[in-house]
């Protein structure tokens, strides 16, 4: 059924459009660089990834004049809808937020090969997608190295989303990361077997600070941020966050947040688009890159000490020279040996 109009065809898909949060009413001028993107579940709002994709969006209509429009999914059943609703509509770039989006993206993609569209978190291998990935084990590794620095009980946890290979990225690196300050430091880890539920996510952490954990990393989505309130009870104890910036959600007990700047990476592969040298295949971004790393300990500088910041400075240094390799696998963790500095 061919669709005749844009109120047909967002009403063809099972979503929300964010047109009022975007700014835009009227459709795209003539020549305009044209930007969409199709959230996963967490949406927007998640004060995390999802949220830090959009930042790069209104980054890129800021700075690139860029038209900008978002699909939000509802469940994994809007991803395919959503991903053809923004491609019947000519945009030069459809962005995937999330590897959840992956076999969708890849059957979309090969439906549409004229079409550009661009996914974090997951690599396809389609010639019109640029797949955009993170060493989250870089910035991971410096959170759990901190973690160790700071614990008064030698005892820290990790809380994951899905047990997944992404998130087996954060696990591994900020496992290792402890066991360079602390090789015999406890590490407790949970999973949640969700990203969106903020409820488990509280409970969660409250078992884990009673069984003596005084550091929690979360890497979760909307789960930490139940995470997060769990820890407002909690005097001693800590959370370190995850993707954006969360330290400001419980000044004082959120240690420092793990930022994965998803923002940068939208960004560039627009202004990419928009010099007329788009990105192709696996970009992968870093903490050498600027794209990965810890926030500037705005609420917690006094409680870390400077000695200790000096001495995460230097683990910093380790890794963007090679010096240090965070593992990205269990297995590579089974392996890691600390790295004399």
């Known amino acids: 059924m061919k669709v005749k109009s844009l109120a047909a065809l967002l009403a063809a898909a099972t979503s929300v459009l964010s047109l009022a949060a975007c700014g835009h009413h009227r459709g795209p001028a003539p020549g305009q660089l044209t930007l969409g993107m199709v959230t996963d579940v967490g949406g927007l709002g998640d004060r995390s990834f999802n949220d830090s994709a959009y930042r790069g969006l209104l980054m890129s209509k800021a700075r690139l004049g860029a038209y900008i429009q978002v699909l939000q999914s509802r469940s994994a059943a809007d991803y395919q809808p959503n991903l053809t609703a923004l491609t019947n509509l000519h945009f030069g770039m459809v962005y995937a937020i999330g590897f959840l989006m992956g ?17 974090v978190d997951a690599v396809i291998d389609d010639p019109n997608v640029v797949s955009i990935t993170f060493r989250e084990q870089d910035g991971s590794f ?14 820290i946890a990790f809380l994951g989303g899905q047990d997944i290979p992404l998130i087996e990225k ?17 590490v ?76 940068v990476a939208v960004f560039d592969v627009a202004k990419s688009l928009r010099d007329g040298k788009p990105m192709h295949g696996h970009v992968v971004f870093g ?19 400077a000695a200790n910041l000096a001495r ?5 240094a380790a890794i963007v020279s090679g010096k240090i390799v965070p593992p990205s696998t269990l297995k590579a963790l089974a392996a890691f040996r600390p790295v004399p500095l």
């Open 170 to 186: 954060f696990q591994a690196g900020y496992i290792a990361g402890a066991r360079e300050i602390d090789p015999t430091i406890k």
């Open 188 to 263: 407790d880890v949970k999973y949640a077997g969700s990203f969106d539920d903020v409820a488990a996510g509280k409970e969660i952490a409250n078992l884990l600070f009673g069984d003596g954990a005084d550091i929690i990393y979360t890497a979760a989505g909307k789960v930490g941020l139940g995470a997060i309130d769990a820890v407002k009870s909690h005097d001693h104890d800590y959370i370190i966050g995850v993707d954006s910036d969360q330290d400001a959600l419980a000044p004082g007990r959120v240690l420092t947040s793990m930022v994965k700047k998803v923002d």
């Open 142 to 155: 410096l959170a759990g190295a901190l973690a160790a620095m700071v614990s008064k009980t030698h005892h």
């Open 103 to 119: 076999l969708d993206l890849d059957q979309v993609a090969k439906q549409h090969p004229q079409q550009r569209y661009a996914i």
């Open 312 to 316: 995460l400075h230097a683990i910093q």
């Open 287 to 305: 903490l050498k890159d600027g794209a990965i790393g810890l926030t500037d300990f705005k609420y917690t500088k006094q409680d870390i000490g």
